[in-house]
C-alpha cells in the first residue's frame, strides 16, 4: 500500500472516531416554547419605523384606495366604511384641510396630487377654511356603527365637524352637567334605599 492511502485511510478513521465519540452537550439543546408563545412575544415587539396601516393592500392600490376615499369625504362630508381605513382617510382629510388654511403654492400643489376633482379642490381651498378657522386641528369625527355581516369588520361613519369650537364646548359642558346630576342622583338614591328595600333590586 502506499503512503498516501494509509495517510487518508488514517485521517478519515480518525475523524469517524472522532465523530462517533462525540458526547452531546447538554448546554445546547434548544427548549421547545409553549405554543402561542412565540407569536405573543412577537406581538409585544415594538415595531419602529411603521407609520401607516398597510389594509392588505399593495402601495398603489392602497394610495388610489385612499385618493378616492379623501375626496367623497371632502365632497359628500360624510362616509361609511371601516375604523382601519377611516382612521387613515382621517389623517389625510385632515392634512388637506391644513393645507387649505394657509393656501401658498406648495400646499396648493400638494392638495391638487391628492384630491381628485376641481370642484372639490376649490371647496378645500374657500369653504372649509372659513368654516374651520378657529379650530386647530380635529376635522372629522368617527362614529362606530359595530361590525359588518359577513366578514365581522367595524364599520363606523367618517364626517366632517359642522359645529363651531363654542357649540362643541357647550355641548360638552352639557355633558359632563348630565353625567354629574346622574350621578348625584345615583348616590341620592343609593342612600335613601337600603339593600333590604325590593326598590334596591330594580334600580
Not at 398603489?60 to 384606495?65: N, V
Not at 406648495?106 to 391638487?112: H, P, Q, T
Request: aromatic share 6%; charged share 30%.
Amino acid at each position: 500500500t502506499s503512503p498516501f492511502f494509509f495517510s487518508f485511510s488514517h485521517q478519515h478513521q480518525t475523524q469517524a472516531t472522532r465523530s462517533n465519540n462525540t458526547v452531546p452537550n447538554p448546554t445546547n439543546k434548544t427548549t421547545k416554547q409553549p405554543r402561542g408563545q412565540k407569536e405573543e412575544e412577537e406581538r409585544k415587539m415594538v415595531s419602529h419605523m411603521i407609520g401607516f396601516r398597510k389594509l392588505g393592500r399593495a402601495t398603489a392600490h392602497r394610495l388610489a384606495m385612499l385618493r378616492t376615499m379623501t375626496t367623497q369625504l371632502l365632497e359628500h362630508e360624510k362616509i361609511v366604511t371601516t375604523v382601519e381605513k377611516a382612521k387613515e382617510v382621517r389623517r389625510q382629510a385632515d392634512k388637506m384641510i391644513t393645507c387649505g388654511k394657509k393656501p401658498h403654492n406648495l400646499n396648493k400643489v400638494e392638495i391638487r396630487s391628492w384630491v381628485r376633482t376641481n370642484d372639490v379642490v376649490k371647496k378645500v381651498l374657500t369653504t372649509l377654511p372659513e368654516r374651520y378657522a378657529d379650530r386647530e386641528g380635529g376635522y372629522t369625527r368617527i362614529k362606530r356603527l359595530g361590525t359588518r355581516l359577513g366578514d365581522g369588520a367595524s364599520m363606523c361613519s367618517l364626517e366632517l365637524v359642522q359645529e363651531t369650537v363654542a357649540e362643541s364646548r357647550k355641548n360638552k359642558e352639557f355633558k359632563m352637567l348630565l353625567k354629574k346630576e346622574r350621578n348625584f342622583l345615583k348616590d341620592q338614591f343609593l342612600t335613601v334605599h337600603t339593600p333590604n328595600d325590593p326598590k334596591f333590586l330594580y334600580r
